[in-house]
């Protein structure tokens, strides 16, 4: 699947009544915030990056090697289904042992999400 091509009739609605983070562009689910492993990790441009366990409404993009901070990592691009917005990447591999608890997670960034807390006042 192509991160440019129109995938906006796949989108699933998930989730209800739970706490999320959406697209902020498109409001599409993209994950359980209690997905969320860590909010410390930082890029080329600073903090602001999500560690997630798992994540729904996204494509892949092409896999690469590419040099991060903590070294080579083998990650693919990932793109929001209801829009094509770049949204972070998907860690394929680590060459590193000591970031091999990378792999298979999501690396999101906050800045393209919304969080969407679910509360419900009482009436």
């Known amino acids: 699947?192509?991160?440019t091509s129109d995938t906006r009739s796949q989108v699933i609605t998930t989730y209800l009544d739970r706490p999320t983070f959406?697209?902020?562009?498109?409001?599409?689910?993209?994950?359980?915030?209690?997905?969320?492993?860590?909010?410390?990790?930082?890029?080329?441009?600073?903090?602001?990056?999500?560690?997630?366990h798992s994540a729904v409404n996204l494509k892949m993009g092409k896999k690469e090697d590419r040099p991060l901070?903590?070294?080579?990592?083998?990650?693919?691009?990932?793109?929001?289904?209801?829009?094509?917005?770049?949204?972070?990447?998907y860690y394929h591999r680590a060459s590193d042992n000591s970031q091999k608890y990378k792999e298979g997670k999501y690396l999101l960034e906050r800045e393209k999400l919304a969080k969407e807390n679910k509360w419900k006042l009482d009436d």
Request: some cysteine; proline content about 2%.
């Open 69 to 89: 901070l903590t070294g080579v990592h083998t990650v693919a691009d990932v793109y929001c289904m209801g829009c094509n917005e770049r949204m972070g990447w």
């Open 1 to 3: 699947m192509s991160p």
């Open 22 to 52: 959406s697209c902020a562009k498109c409001t599409a689910v993209i994950a359980l915030q209690d997905e969320l492993i860590s909010k410390a990790f930082s890029g080329r441009d600073g903090r602001g990056l999500y560690l997630m």
